[in-house]
T-cell receptor, first 115, second 113 residues
Framework: DTGVSQNPRHKITKRGQNVTFRCDPI?????LYWYRQTLGQGPEFLTY????????KSRLLSDRFSAERPKGSFSTLEIQRTEQGDSAMYLC?????????????FGPGTRLTVT | AQTVTQSQPEMSVQEAETVTLSCTYD???????LFWYKQPPSRQMILVIR??????QNATENRFSVNFQKAAKSFSLKISDSQLGDAAMYFC??????????FGTGTLLAVQP
């Protein structure tokens, strides 16, 4: 068990460019979550998947954001036409879905800087 | 909508002493979970402890314990015998029917040698 992994760990991009982040959850976990954390704040929920189905999306997730989990394993988060306000840490978490197991395990995050 | 409030932006404790971090929440749900997560500087979020709302007994994990007051919607974290490695940002979080975590704004804990 290697935990939740995220790539890249850091991304610097120019405004207007597209970026894509990847998350690999813990292998037996079928729920996967994306959060965004800005400096000095707690993480804010963006979206979550159960297996390959995207079950909820936050209003924070504008049309420029899209997330996929095509085979119910890894997930990608794409931001199109990045803006400076997109600069943040993007966190991925996973959890099992059996009853009584609501705790989520986080990856190290991808820090995005938009210049 | 659920909210989580951490009213202590920063706390400080002497090594080997005990410190309590406060958290209150608001929800109309009866079945939910509460968590404390630790985020060391530039390192990833680690689950410290969790509490199921239907359990009256307070959760404990080694030096970490909670005081869960369901009627008051209060969920504080007590760290006993504080160690230098406990220095971090601590987040209180709520999870209800939608499974997503709702976090507070965090409390930055400093441990003085």
């Amino acid at each position: 068990d290697t935990g939740v992994s995220q790539n890249p760990r850091h991304k610097i991009t120019k405004r207007g460019q597209n970026v894509t982040f990847r998350c690999d959850p813990i292998s037996e976990h079928n729920r996967l979550y994306w959060y965004r954390q800005t400096l000095g704040q707690g993480p804010e929920f963006l979206t979550y998947f159960q297996n390959e189905a995207q079950l909820e999306k936050s209003r924070l997730l504008s049309d420029r954001f899209s997330a996929e989990r095509p085979k119910g394993s890894f997930s990608t988060l794409e931001i199109q036409r990045t803006e400076q306000g997109d600069s943040a840490m993007y966190l991925c978490a996973s959890s099992p879905s059996w009853a009584g197991a609501n705790e989520q395990y986080f990856g190290p995050g991808t820090r995005l800087t938009v210049t | 909508a659920q909210t989580v409030t951490q009213s202590q932006p920063e706390m400080s404790v002497q090594e080997a002493e005990t410190v309590t971090l406060s958290c209150t929440y608001d929800t109309s749900e009866s079945d939910y979970y509460l968590f404390w997560y630790k985020q060391p500087p530039s390192r990833q979020m680690i689950l410290v402890i969790r509490q199921e709302a239907y359990k009256q007994q307070n959760a404990t994990e080694n030096r970490f314990s909670v005081n869960f007051q369901k009627a008051a919607k209060s969920f504080s974290l007590k760290i006993s015998d504080s160690q230098l490695g406990d220095a971090a940002m601590y987040f209180c979080a709520f999870s209800g029917a939608t499974n997503k975590l709702i976090f507070g704004t965090g409390t930055l804990l400093a441990v003085q040698p």
